[in-house]
């Protein structure tokens, strides 16, 4: 078990990339994708701040800003004990919705305790490459010895809580079904980590307040659908079974007692069902598995075609995925590029001026621009 201290992590300040640009026809578009910064190490959450640069966490525990020029900046200080352990370390990471005044950012990470780790959630004030006021809002129960299916992403409802998408620890699988744990969740918690008093398990005995669905397995891509606000979520199915889900309060997701996966190697999981009473169908499942992660809704002006579609990151597919929706309907799939990268896609963020950035997952990952080719 390695646990890593961010204030003592620290890489230098890293050169602006320069590779060439690859371009790529799709079904709509001609596209360019730039190089913005590479070298970075493994990272995994993708936002960006409002004078246009971005903040990067690195899984191996560094959170950073670049520019949007590809300068790297030196590691943000400030951050708690973090675990830095197979999938774990340093995730996801949003601004919080009043940012311009507040200069608060959220941030999901792997935390260490006796005997073992979870997912948990802080926030903190950014001034001067610095977090000050660090405060935990949110600590996934309970602690376990794994390094497998921490989540986890980070969404902002209109409403001012916070979804946080969770994994079901791999190894406490079934524990997805109960209610008296975080494992194999989305939960959604207020600002300042309170409880909501609408969220649907408040008043039942024995379950914890902040779930707001289950049955999942682990969630790495969530986002809020412009057009209903409602929660859109995508997690990782066994071998085969990825899912997106329109995530609604209460609802169980079926994860193990239904899957269209099966066991890594083979062999059925549980009775090898894929549909029971009770249980949600998938809006829209992979067999086989392309890995989804995170994804975004576009809503920009740079793609007018792709306005209301998922831009989706996929790690096993080395691609992304675009998803045309019809209200609560996925009708059509087109995978963006195939060989021209080659690198896993873990985070997705559309920038203010409607262009896509994403990142890959890799000790020397990089920052990508997407455009359109004139």
């Known amino acids: 078990m390695k646990i890593f201290h961010l204030g003592l992590l620290s890489l230098g300040l890293l050169a602006t990339v320069c590779v060439a640009d690859t371009d790529v026809k799709t079904e709509r578009y001609e596209i360019t994708i730039k190089p913005v910064a590479t070298g970075l190490q493994n990272p995994w959450g993708l936002t960006q701040l409002p004078d246009g640069n971005f903040l990067v966490t690195e899984r191996t525990g ?12 030196e590691p943000i200080s400030g951050l708690p004990t973090i675990e830095v352990k197979g999938q774990g370390g340093l995730l996801d990471v949003t601004l919080a919705p009043d940012f ?11 935390e260490p305790a006796n005997g073992g780790n979870s997912t948990a959630v802080s926030y903190g004030v950014l001034k001067n490459n610095r977090l000050e006021n660090v405060t935990r809002v949110f600590s996934q129960q309970p602690k376990v010895d794994s390094s497998a299916h ?7 409802r ?9 994994g079901d620890r791999y190894e406490r699988k079934d524990e997805a079904q109960t209610l008296n744990t975080h494992h194999g969740k989305v939960v959604r918690i207020n600002a300042d980590g309170s409880v909501p008093k609408d969220n649907p398990f408040v008043n039942t005995p024995n379950a914890l307040p902040e779930i ?3 049955g999942h397995r682990n969630m790495q891509g969530g986002a809020i659908n412009p057009t209903t606000g409602e929660l859109w979520s995508g997690e990782h199915g066994p071998q085969g079974g990825d899912e997106i889900n329109i995530d609604r309060a209460g609802k169980n997701y079926g994860w193990p007692v239904i899957t269209y996966g099966e066991n890594y190697g083979g062999g059925k999981i549980g009775d090898g069902i894929t549909s029971k009473s009770g249980m949600e169908q998938p809006l829209h499942y992979w067999v086989p598995s392309i890995a989804t992660a995170g994804f975004i809704f576009y809503t920009g ?13 996929a790690l096993n597919g080395k691609t992304l995925v675009r998803l045309v929706t019809d209200g609560d309907k996925i009708i059509h799939e087109e995978r963006l590029f195939s ?3 080659d690198q896993r896609i873990r985070s997705v963020a559309q920038a203010t001026d409607g262009t896509i950035y994403f990142i890959t997952d890799d000790p020397k990952g990089s920052l990508y621009r997407i455009t359109r080719k004139p």
């Open 158 to 166: 209109k409403d001012g809580t916070l979804f946080i998408t969770l």
């Open 339 to 341: 060989k021209e990268l």
């Open 100 to 110: 311009s005044t507040s200069q608060k950012i959220y941030f999901s990470y792997t």
């Open 301 to 313: 002006s740079q793609f007018p075609e792709w306005n209301n579609n998922i831009i989706l990151g």
């Open 150 to 156: 921490f989540g986890s992403r980070l969404i902002w």
């Open 62 to 73: 560094t959170m950073r800003i670049v520019s949007a020029a590809g300068k790297i900046g």
């Open 212 to 214: 707001w669905s289950y």
